[in-house]
């Protein structure tokens, strides 16, 4: 609720922006407190405050500043862009209207208005970082210094309020003041670190997911495969079941990288990786070993026998129609070989070594097959 109300008054580049975006909320959130207060203070010299009538027209005239000045750099803000010239700005004009709040309520000693000098710097290492902070710090102690300077040697300061009545309240103003800007803040920050919090935990589980995912085709890669093989094997043990593993070469790939380009190749490959999503349980797992080669995980399986309906599926997933431009469809072909835990091995490696020399076997006969049938043809001639 909080951001997004802050949030239209960013301008929408910044928006864009991780790094000024949470400062900007600050900048947004300080500003908006200026005005609530101006105008508070405003309401107040015509119900609360008792001020002579010169007096009166000072402090409204002061306060009319504070206000229009406040609605133009949050104005200049969202219709402008630039963040480092409106902090600035703000942190300036923080600071100028304080030293004159200063110096027209009694001076340094006795000015209920003093505790607001402390916000500047403050505010300038909350808005602008370290650097520029530090800057407005050596500023803000230096219109301390002046401000007491001038009670020292009386000059430049007066008591627009004479009643103590006034100062009492005025000074409840400046407190409360202090604790809404000082909670605002807070409020803000805890709202901006769980943002960045939420941020820092969806890239992290973005990374986690490329780095065990194939780019390509979004199934899971060769280091994603070997995990979810190796937690197979312990399930495997601790229960006395089997699962197997398939490897997957489609025949004939290399043929749609040259004569269609390596984009049809790409889309190629996405549509099979999803045809065989589709065509598995949700228990199984597919991956993508590199190229074209893909591997199956299939758990809860007694023999090769079990696996014969999951690979029919396979062949049917691959060999449905693929559309690569609007005039040509291909038709892929695949080998397949396959491997069980534990009864051909209990060793990962060695289980994928096995499935992909029975892939290659396979792979062989179907070249011996074209040939083949190639010779006939030809004698048939």
Known sequence: MITRLLTLFIPKPIRDDHQLINRSYLLVGAILTNIATSLAVLISLYTIFDLPAGNEIIARDITLFCLFSYTCILVL???????????????FLLLALDFYGVQITGGYYYSPVVPMLVITPI????????????GWLVVAVMSNVALLLSVEFDFGYTQLMERQRDIEILSSYVQFMLYV?????????EVINRRLNRHL??????FAHEARHDNLT????????????????KQSDLRGSKFAMIFID??????INDQYGHNAGDEVLRVISSNLEHSLRRMDTIARMGGDEFVILLPGIDSKRDCQRTIDK??????HPIAIDHKTTVIMQASIGLAIYPDDSRDIDQLCHIADQSMYRQKDEHH??????????????
């Open 77 to 91: 803000f969202r219709f402008f862009v630039s963040y480092q010239f409106t902090a600035h700005l703000t942190v």
């Open 123 to 134: 505010m300038a290492f909350l808005l602008l970082g370290l650097k520029p902070g530090i």
């Open 181 to 189: 800007m000082a909670g605002g803040t807070l409020a803000i920050y």
């Open 201 to 206: 935990k969806e890239q992290k589980d973005r």
């Open 218 to 233: 979004g199934i899971p890669n060769r280091l994603e495969l070997f995990q979810q093989a190796q937690q197979l094997c």
């Open 250 to 255: 489609l025949d004939d790939f290399k043929k």
């Open 314 to 319: 396979i062949e049917q997933a691959i060999a």
């Open 368 to 381: 011996r097959n074209t040939a083949e049938n190639a010779l006939c043809v030809n004698d048939t001639a």
